[in-house]
């Protein structure tokens, strides 16, 4: 076995691993997309989205936004209403605002977790 053909097979290899790891976490369910996040989270992933705000609702912890594509989240662009970690990240932002945001979908719940005027 050469050289080229020795890192192929290793290549291969972890490859196969890989995607066994990705079917397993597939069937843990909402627990493993949570831990998934909250390692994404202590990772320093804060990938941030640009959007507009159209709906404001403090008292319910909500904002509607219409965003552009999530990366972290796999989601395409769209309009939507998202929970707000704490309600006091609305505090500054009225309906029309350009913002910019971090999203996790922590148990399913599509949650944004920081925001800011862009
Ligand atoms: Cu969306």
């Known amino acids: 076995m050469n050289y080229k053909t020795l890192t192929l097979t290793l ?4 490859g196969a691993m890989q995607a066994q790891a990705e079917m397993t976490m597939n069937h843990e369910g909402h627990d493993m997309s949570q831990m998934e996040g909250m390692t ?50 609305l505090e500054e932002l009225k309906v029309g605002d350009a913002v910019r945001f971090h999203a996790e979908n922590p148990a399913g719940k599509l949650t944004v977790m920081a925001i800011q005027k862009q």
């Open 11 to 14: 290549l291969l290899g972890l």
């Open 40 to 89: 994404l989270a202590e990772a320093g992933d804060m990938t941030m989205t640009r959007g507009i705000i159209t709906r404001i609702d403090g008292q319910n912890g909500k904002v509607g936004i219409k965003h552009e594509a999530i990366a972290n989240l796999k989601m395409p662009a769209m309009t939507m209403v998202f929970r707000v970690a704490d309600p006091a990240l």
